[in-house]
């Protein structure tokens, strides 16, 4: 699971984001979407522990990130739009490496259907200068699926895909949700968003417009026209809607 408090992330007197609380159950999918600037990739970077929130508690799987770090950490996976790899390893290699990283013994088999599941397995010897970009992505994946994390973060998850591979990294995702996984995925992609997602929530200058479940989002901007697509739902709230202003705390 994963429980976000009072979220607040400061650079300087500039506000990235404010006063974010929300939880995600394991087995749901929360899309997290909004404008360029809006405070997505902030988020899910406090989220996943590389830059320290300013204010706010986060618990994953039942570990306060700021007091278990390394617990916390253990139980989760970050994969960023952009894979970070090493050119000097194969394939197989990074899975070696993160498998002694996270000691996750015996992993050969994990990581052969791994390997299988995301079509690398003809790669598995090739280095990543020799990979295509959705490859190279496929990889990071890879290794970050291979301990088997109970919460995952995911940032455009099908940039460089083909699709072939956008449907595999669909299947991929849910197969992980209905595994009881907590999976959180910020996206432009609204389609990706409305196809994928049980939960939604919508930032604006760092603050929460919208949260809900897809249907409870929908209704609340849908002006009495259920069928509205969730491309022109995003519009409304982000147009008309200011962020939800902190709470008095006592």
Request: hydrophobic residues 40%.
């Amino acid at each position: 699971m994963i429980e976000v408090e009072g979220l607040t992330k400061l650079f300087g007197d500039f506000v990235a984001v404010r006063d974010l609380s929300f939880t995600v159950k394991p087995g749901e999918v929360m899309g997290l979407v909004g404008p360029n600037g809006a405070g997505k990739t902030t988020t899910l970077r406090c989220l996943s522990g590389i830059i320290p929130a300013s204010r706010g508690s986060i618990r994953l799987a039942g570990s306060d990130l700021r007091v278990s770090a390394v617990a916390a950490k253990q139980e989760l996976a970050y994969f960023p739009d952009e894979p970070r790899l090493f050119d000097y390893l194969t394939v197989r290699q990074h899975l070696n490496f993160t498998a002694r990283l996270y000691q996750v013994r015996d992993y050969e088999p994990r990581a052969a259907q791994l390997l299988a599941e995301l079509e690398l397995t003809d790669k598995a010897d090739n280095l990543p200068p020799e990979l295509s970009r959705g490859m190279k992505q496929k990889l990071a994946i890879a290794c970050g699926l291979l301990h088997s994390p109970k919460v995952i973060f995911f940032d455009e998850p099908l940039t460089g895909l083909d699709p072939y591979g956008i449907r595999g990294m669909k299947d991929a995702i849910l197969r992980r949700a209905r595994d009881g996984m907590a999976i959180i995925i910020s996206s432009h992609l609204l389609h990706l968003v409305d196809e994928i997602c049980s939960h939604l929530l919508i930032l604006k200058q760092g603050g929460k417009v919208a949260h809900g479940t897809i249907e409870d989002v929908r209704r609340q901007f849908a002006e009495s026209a259920p069928d509205t697509s969730l491309e022109e739902v995003f519009f409304r709230a982000t147009a008309t809607t200011k962020p939800a202003e902190p709470e008095a705390r006592l």
